[in-house]
């Protein structure tokens, strides 16, 4: 059977193609917001062809994400903790719970012998944490492979305010403005992410952390997964195709 997924984040979207419950292909690109639909055809499209299949042999397409509704050609729409679940038992038999980490939330699932048995997103005020990430990087003009070289702890000595990306921002700007090194700032950046993501952890993943699959866009962050492991004392899983997570998730769903 042959199908696909797509995730519809706020930043970006992922396509994933299957065929009897092995991914064949994968494409991403920006979301965008006047001609997202376009932009999704486009991925599509060039999933589609590296996988070597034509639209009318995909026999059912599931999205998810915030903009799941703006896949008009979908047979269903799931939310993201179904897709998320799936996903991780795929790429980790044996976990007990799933973190996605994107531009716009993050998602906890616990998992249990019969399915999903808690779920948990992060506080309003702290939506974005993965956004400001790339934010604050491409003001201080690192890469994403410049600020994943940061150390754990590069710089506990600078408050930035943990409680409010857009506070964080603007704590983040003034710090610069008072001459304080830009290195030293992107390291305070780091550790809030860091601290307000282990919250979620330290609240809800115990005793569930045994196996913990990590997933979504932040996962290529090494920097602020090393701040993490470091704080929460959890060794993630990470697959390769982390940043595919949900879409491989809608993709395997199709096909069962």
Not at 79 to 101: E, H, M, W
Not at 147 to 164: E, H, M, R, T, Y
Not at 228 to 246: H, M, N, Q, T
Request: hydrophobic fraction near 45%; aromatic fraction near 4%; charge should be negative.
């Amino acid at each position: 059977m042959k199908t696909a997924g797509i995730d519809v984040g706020f930043d970006m979207i992922k396509v994933a193609i299957a065929a009897d419950g092995k991914i064949l292909a994968t494409a991403s690109g920006e979301a965008g917001c006047i001609g997202r639909e376009s932009n999704i055809s486009e991925l599509y499209n060039a999933a589609l062809a590296d996988a070597g299949f034509k639209p009318d042999e995909i026999e059912e397409v599931i999205s998810t994400g915030i903009g799941k509704h703006s896949v008009g050609f979908a047979s269903r729409r799931v939310s993201d903790a179904i897709a998320l679940a799936k996903a991780a038992k795929y790429f980790s038999g044996d976990a007990t719970s799933v973190i996605d980490i994107g531009a716009d939330k993050t998602l906890l699932v616990t998992l249990g012998d019969d399915g999903i048995t808690e779920i948990v997103r992060n506080q309003k005020c702290m939506a974005g944490l993965g956004l400001i990430l790339d934010v604050m990087a491409n003001r201080l003009g690192y890469t994403l492979d410049e600020v994943s070289g940061f150390q754990p702890g590069a710089d506990k000595g600078l408050f930035i305010n943990d409680g409010c990306p857009v506070f964080a921002e603007l704590d983040s700007l003034e710090q610069l403005n008072k001459g304080c090194p830009k290195d030293q700032v992107m390291g305070a950046v780091i550790n809030t992410v860091a601290v307000r993501l282990n919250a979620i952890l330290r609240d809800k993943v115990l005793p569930a952390k045994k196996t913990t699959v990590l997933l979504g866009g932040v996962s290529r962050n090494t920097a602020v997964v090393n701040e993490l492991k470091a704080r929460s004392g959890i060794d993630f899983k990470i697959p390769e195709d982390a940043v595919y997570g949900s879409a491989i998730g809608c993709a395997l769903l199709a096909g069962g």
